[in-house]
């Protein structure tokens, strides 16, 4: 089911266009299907030009798509140039790097276990319609997690995908019955060390047939629930080694029953995935009636981060030669070696928000100014006066990963900031 859905902070989604026809970007890699058709004046399809504008972007599936049909100016986009430089990079596609490394080694233990079995998509266009994205995995229609604050619109009817499970049901209904899905996620969120709008995911389905479980026992909800967990521990002694485990039953509104998988790693329990027996509508929905199935979803940074001892998020964006050289293809669990570490340089800013204020806006302008050289916002402080007035005082901390920041681009960056939280959030600075 729904990989964010199923997993908690980092990657779960729990906060969480205006044309005449929406776009239908299709959720298919041209290898494993045919593209749903795309309006001429939308996406251009490489197959169908041998010579690719330069300014288009290559996202995926055969997917050809320029800044301007991403990033507009234009109430129901709120698409920045910060997300729109991370288009297309698709980190888990890199097998010497660490999502990559991950990625292949989940993907050895299917191969393993389930011979020809499992098909895999890693390249799926991230652009998808909001049908796929909330409806199709039984999103509620009042769900905050549609909401602007939480997720990248590109117009009313299409987002960047919040969740691999965009694409269950399309996969479901074009005949797959076991498939993995890996790709590039994005979500509004806080900055820290363990968040970032940018992240990968990878979910699971299989699905049964009553011959499957006929003659077990058991009924194919039992059935499914029985397979699916001692597929998930498998897979997670193949990536943690011989580690005690235990299951936490949970709720999930796409699952019935749920559950959350947690390891005892390193002197702590950590939740590893939420997975469960697929809700009967979404089977319905897909003309799949009799049949039982099960899902699961997994956060490949916040695993990453544990098996490679990788402590902030952003340094599997960085190409500095200090990081990617440590790691190679095929070596799952290589500890990570800091090559230093660089003061941060902290900067208050208070202010008297309204009641549109969210701090997901706010990080949202900090990010597209500092980039990656910020590394934490925090609310270090609020109280509400006589008046009613409320007022925030967030901390910045900046820092880069590959060098020193001098005072001087530190005041700049703080000074824009200040500058567009008064303009773009209608706050007042004290």
Known sequence: MAATLFLKPCIFLHRRTLFALPLQFSSFSTSSATAAPFPENKVHRSRQSSAVSSSLLELGGGVNISRDEIVKDDPTNNVSDTIFSKLGMQLHRRDQHPLGILKNAIFDYFDTNYPNKFEKFDNLCPLVSVKANFDDVLVPADHVSRSYNDTYYVDSETVLRCHTSAHQAELLRQGNTHFLVT??????????????????????????????????GA????????????????????????????????????????????????????????????????????????????????????????????????????????????????QLGVKFKPFSKY??????????ISDSFTENNLCEVVRGIAGDLVEEVKLIDNFTNKKGMTSHCYRIAYRSMERSLTDEEINDLQWKVREQVETKLKVVLR
């Open 343 to 352: 003061p941060p340089c902290y900067k208050d800013m208070s202010l008297w």
């Open 219 to 330: 009924d194919g909800t039992l059935y499914a629930a029985e397979d699916l967990k001692k597929c998930l521990e498998g897979l997670a002694s193949h990536l943690f080694g011989g580690v005690e485990m235990r299951w936490i039953d949970t709720y999930f509104p796409f699952t019935n029953p749920s559950f959350e998988l947690e390891i005892y790693f390193q002197e702590k329990w950590l939740e590893v995935l939420g997975c469960g027996v697929m809700e009967q509508e979404i089977l319905k929905r897909s003309g799949r009636t009799d049949n039982v199935a099960w899902a699961f979803g997994l956060g490949l940074e916040r695993l990453a981060m544990v098996l490679f001892d990788i402590p902030d998020i952003r340094l599997f964006w960085t190409s500095d030669k200090r990081f990617t050289s440590q790691f190679a293809k095929g």
């Open 183 to 216: 790709g590039d996620v994005y979500r509004r969120d806080s900055i820290d060390s363990t968040h970032y709008p940018v992240f990968h995911q990878m979910e699971g389905v299989r699905v049964f047939t009553p011959a499957d479980w006929e003659g077990s």
